[in-house]
């Protein structure tokens, strides 16, 4: 199903555009955290960061510190979060993959929620063997 940002990467629909390259768009955020928020997303149409092709998540990796650094210099800013979200408990609302940049100021940016719990022998063995068969499955 098509999303907003679809509309935005046809230009149905205006966005303040930040960068392009032929696998990636890169905007402001319309609601942002702090001064200077942007988004960074695929052009393949994927809601969650797992479906996407390997030369989308390459192109997203090799354009993110780009825009960090312009998003820096653009700010002032020296600290920020990427945040990525995929499913809706997950606080994903747009339904198309998104990289969010949000530079942090004193209070402006994202504020994280984070109750750490210590990891279990045991599980991480049990992890890592299910991890391992599967990325050996890959390939
Ligand atoms: P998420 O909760 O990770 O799905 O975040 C979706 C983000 O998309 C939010 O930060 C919204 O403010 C942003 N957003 C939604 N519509 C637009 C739009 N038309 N232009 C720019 N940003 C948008």
Same mark, same amino acid.
């Given at each position: 199903?098509?999303?907003?940002?679809?509309?935005?990467?046809?230009?149905?629909?205006?966005?303040?555009?930040?960068?392009?390259?032929?696998?990636?768009?890169?905007?402001?955020?319309?609601?942002?955290?702090?001064?200077?928020?942007?988004?960074?997303?695929?052009?393949?149409?994927?809601?969650?960061?797992?479906?996407?092709?390997?030369?989308?998540?390459?192109?997203?990796?090799?354009?993110?510190?780009?825009?960090?650094?312009?998003?820096?210099?653009?700010?002032?800013?020296?600290?920020?979060?990427?945040?990525?979200?995929?499913? *809706?408990?997950?606080?994903?609302?747009?339904?198309?993959?998104?990289?969010?940049?949000?530079?942090?100021?004193?209070?402006?940016?994202?504020?994280?929620?984070?109750?750490?719990?210590?990891?279990?022998?045991?599980?991480?063995?049990?992890?890592?063997? *299910?991890?391992?068969?599967?990325?050996?499955?890959?390939?």
């Amino acid at each position: 199903m098509a999303t907003i940002f679809d509309k935005i990467l046809s230009g149905e629909i205006p966005s303040h555009k930040v960068y392009e390259d032929d696998l990636v768009y890169s905007f402001l955020d319309i609601n942002p955290l702090s001064r200077g928020h942007t988004l960074v997303i695929p052009r393949e149409a994927k809601a969650r960061v797992h479906e996407l092709s390997d030369e989308s998540c390459a192109a997203i990796g090799r354009a993110l510190p780009r825009i960090c650094r312009a998003v820096l210099k653009a700010t002032g800013a020296e600290d920020y979060n990427i945040l990525q979200n995929n499913g *809706a408990p997950a606080h994903q609302a747009v339904f198309h993959v998104h990289f969010h940049i949000i530079p942090k100021f004193n209070d402006a940016g994202l504020g994280v929620g984070w109750k750490p719990g210590s990891l279990q022998a045991q599980d991480a063995e049990a992890l890592l063997a *299910a991890m391992h068969e599967h990325l050996s499955s890959e390939g």
